[in-house]
């Protein structure tokens, strides 16, 4: 699983750090950052959560690719 | 069926689409755009170019500046499969027939409808002859703006709300003389209260814009063009430009008669369904139950109208229970190279307290009601929101807020009743 933030949308205020706050943290620069990349699978309704709750849709979710 | 093509418009059409909506959408709004962001206009928009404004003005007027569209149009109309019509203007609904009544005459029937036509800005109370009076909501009066302010060396702005405060910082940021006449004592004094409306002021006042509180515009003065601005207290300013930013009211006129009840915008239930059957609101015009006090609520900020839009279209077309709507407010502003965040229900009605220093930029307000944390206004504290949001949202005790601020933004004095937390190094 991997989580990708779009620096252009997201503008800080942190929905997710709310829902998970050992996965995501909103930075000095304003920006949401990961704290743990690749994210811990089970982790991921919370996630999913986040995603679906970014009013500025700045995060997606994408599997990874099998390695 | 979607009335009104921005933003809680679109996040309603995608959220419908996403929660499996395979039916028609329709989305009807009445600028010819695609829809487009609308805080970029009070901010880069209008300079666009890292230079001045009036560099390149003549190419404006064959191509005027593009905004950030909200979505791109293949994506909406082909990706979404959304019918969107531009252009087209509602002028009235038929509750018991249940149909959209267009500018052409045109009735659309709908089974479930969204009505997100947001708000207008407030129109100065007097008319005056005098060109050079500028409002700014829409892409066409930012457009309009931005090129007056490539022929400005004074600006006058009447109101030191948001959009009046951004666009004040925007302009003198690039050389133009800023001033903005206010007529209460503290700017947005009854938005965030007294505490933290001084604070707000001093951004200004440091970075060389003129603010002048407590009087009125009375009269604009000038021959086919405003040149002076007047004040109740005498005073005349000179001006090339104004713009007139006192607020915005809601674009509920085609709903009179409509049998949707509206107070003071279009009322809701907490599941922003309207008292017409069917019929559902979001966005700035959106007024729904507080979720938290007593009374109702309505919201003119950005994630409000994405959230809303969503929330309205998931229990428009849902078959199961609808979800009740209850928000945490967020609002962002940039002033200069400040950010302003502001996160719950200031209750300006209790004491702030201010943590950190106005001067250098750099402090937080926290609000509360009784013991517990409400709210807090952060400029430049961009970590600090995230953690403020969960404290409020949990309803977190006010000694908690208090020290939780304190440590990510030690004071040089500690305010008193604060602990005072040593940082590790
Ligand atoms: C210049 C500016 C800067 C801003 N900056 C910020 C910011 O920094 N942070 C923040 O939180 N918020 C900001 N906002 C507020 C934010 O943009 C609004 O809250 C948001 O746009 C509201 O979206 P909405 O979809 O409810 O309404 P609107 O964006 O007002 O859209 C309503 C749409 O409906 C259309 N319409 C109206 N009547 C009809 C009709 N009868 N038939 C068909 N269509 C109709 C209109 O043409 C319009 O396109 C700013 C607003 C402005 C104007
Ligand atoms: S919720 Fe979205 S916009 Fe907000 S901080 Fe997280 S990623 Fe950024």
Request: charged share 20%.
């Amino acid at each position: 699983m991997n989580i990708h933030i779009d620096p252009d949308r997201c503008t800080g205020h942190g929905v997710c750090e709310g829902l998970a706050e050992d996965i995501f943290e909103v930075g000095d620069d304003g920006l949401a950052h990961l704290l743990q990349d690749p994210p811990p699978n089970d982790r991921r309704e919370v996630i999913e959560q986040a995603v679906q709750q970014c009013p500025t849709l700045a995060l997606r979710l994408a599997d990874a690719p099998p390695s | 069926m979607i009335v009104g093509a921005s933003l809680a418009g679109v996040r309603a059409a995608r959220a419908a689409r996403h929660a499996g909506h395979t039916g028609t959408i329709i989305l009807i709004g009445a600028e010819e755009h695609l829809p487009y962001d609308r805080p970029p206009l009070s901010k880069t928009f209008l300079t666009h170019s890292s230079d001045h404004p009036a560099a390149h003005e003549p190419d404006e007027q064959a191509h005027p500046p593009a905004p950030a569209v909200l979505m791109a149009e293949d994506e909406l109309r082909d990706d979404l499969g959304v019918d969107l019509r531009l252009g087209v203007t509602a002028t009235g609904l038929d509750t018991d027939s249940r149909e959209l009544l267009l500018h052409d005459q045109q009735r659309l029937p709908y089974d479930r409808l969204i009505i997100a036509t947001g708000a207008t800005a407030r129109r100065w109370p007097t008319t005056t002859h005098l060109a050079g009076l500028h409002y700014l909501r829409t892409l066409d009066d930012a457009r309009a703006l931005r090129a007056a302010l490539a022929r400005t060396t004074n600006l006058v702005i009447i109101g030191a709300g948001f959009i009046g405060s951004e666009v004040a910082a925007t302009a003198t940021q690039h050389g133009i003389h800023a001033t903005i006449v206010e007529t209460q004592d503290t700017p947005l004094a009854h938005a965030v209260g007294q505490t933290a409306g001084t604070a707000l002021a001093r951004l200004h006042t440091q970075a060389g814009t003129t603010l002048k509180c407590g009087v009125q515009v009375t009269d604009f003065s000038g021959t086919g063009h405003i040149e002076q601005v007047h004040l109740s207290d005498g005073s005349v300013l000179p001006a090339d430009t104004v713009l007139v930013g006192i607020g915005a009211v809601p674009t509920t006129g085609w709903l009179t008669d409509s049998g949707v009840a509206l107070d003071d915008g279009v009322a809701c239930d907490p599941y922003l369904a309207t008292s017409a059957p069917g019929v559902y609101a979001a966005g700035d015009l959106a007024r729904f139950p507080h979720p938290r006090r007593e009374g109702t609520l309505r919201l003119e900020h950005w994630t409000a109208a994405a959230e809303q839009g969503a929330h309205a279209a998931r229990n428009a077309i849902t078959t199961a229970a609808p979800t009740r709507y209850e928000p945490v407010p967020y609002v962002w502003s940039d002033w200069y190279s400040h950010r302003i965040q502001i996160i719950g229900d200031p209750h300006t009605d209790q004491p702030s307290t201010l943590i950190g220093d106005p001067d250098t930029g750099q402090f937080t307000v926290l609000y509360r009601h009784n013991n517990h944390i409400t709210a807090a206004l952060a400029v430049n504290q961009p970590r600090a929101i995230a953690k403020l949001r969960r404290l409020i949202t949990q309803k977190a005790p006010w000694a908690d807020a208090l020290t939780q601020t304190t440590t990510l933004n030690p004071p040089a004095t500690p305010p008193a009743g604060s602990r005072t937390e040593s940082r590790a190094t």
